[in-house]
T-cell receptor, first 111, second 110 residues
Framework: GAGVSQSPRYKVAKRGQDVALRCDPI?????LFWYQQALGQGPEFLTYFQNEAQLDKSGLPSDRFFAERPEGSVSTLKIQRTQQEDSAVYLC?????????FGPGTRLTVL | GIQVEQSPPDLILQEGANSTLRCNFSDSVNNLQWFHQNPWGQLINLFY???GTKQNGRLSATTVATERYSLLYISSSQTTDSGVYFCAVTRVWSQGNLIFGKGTKLSVKP
């Protein structure tokens, strides 16, 4: 595609619900990253995929967070039993040669 | 881990003014990118500049890797330049994930 796309753009969840956030990277991009951006802060790294392999998940804040990229293209970030502190913008980025391109993000609000 | 510090944190300009944003980083880096986050939250790539100088219209950037800083210059600012400017780096030998500074919030007044 022309750019990185993410869906949904906005998600409101009740505390305790599970959510799934989708990222469609730029076609052919091998590397895919997820970041979390709290209000007024810079994005913070969550996890990294090279094709379908999850090579780094050191930034995932708890075992409630899970990400996958089964066919090396689309990725899904899943948050189980959402908590209020999970409220943030979740950004996806893809890269081929080092320069990262970001999607528009999913704004998650947990009530 | 590597620290990325941006200054100033906030900047208010009159339309037409010039400005310089600074990014200091505490260790050697493979990659440095400047982004503009618009009011809708989209991170827009400005420069991929691990070293050297680049120019794109009214914007230019310089990275001096040996002294661990980068500068973003905005000339003849416009109201559409408003937003938050982020500097982000990747550490040498890392997987490539970006480490962001806290950003500079720019407001350009008409």
């Amino acid at each position: 595609g022309a750019g990185v796309s993410q869906s949904p753009r906005y998600k409101v969840a009740k505390r305790g619900q599970d959510v799934a956030l989708r990222c469609d990277p730029i076609s052919g991009h091998v590397s895919l990253f997820w970041y979390q951006q709290a209000l007024g802060q810079g994005p913070e790294f969550l996890t990294y995929f090279q094709n379908e392999a999850q090579l780094d998940k050191s930034g995932l804040p708890s075992d409630r967070f899970f990400a996958e990229r089964p066919e090396g293209s689309v990725s899904t970030l899943k948050i189980q039993r959402t908590q209020q502190e999970d409220s943030a913008v979740y950004l996806c980025a893809s890269s081929l040669t080092g320069m990262e391109f970001f999607g528009p993000g999913t704004r998650l609000t947990v009530l | 881990g590597i620290q990325v510090e941006q200054s100033p944190p906030d900047l208010i300009l009159q339309e037409g003014a010039n400005s310089t944003l600074r990014c200091n980083f505490s260790d050697s880096v493979n990659n440095l990118q400047w982004f503009h986050q618009n009011p809708w939250g989209q991170l827009i790539n400005l420069f991929y500049i691990p070293s050297g100088t680049k120019q794109n219209g009214r914007l230019s950037a310089t990275t001096v890797a040996t002294e661990r800083y980068s500068l973003l210059y905005i000339s003849s600012s416009q109201t559409t330049d408003s937003g938050v400017y982020f500097c982000a780096v990747t550490r040498v030998w890392s997987q490539g994930n970006l480490i962001f500074g806290k950003g500079t919030k720019l407001s350009v007044k008409p």
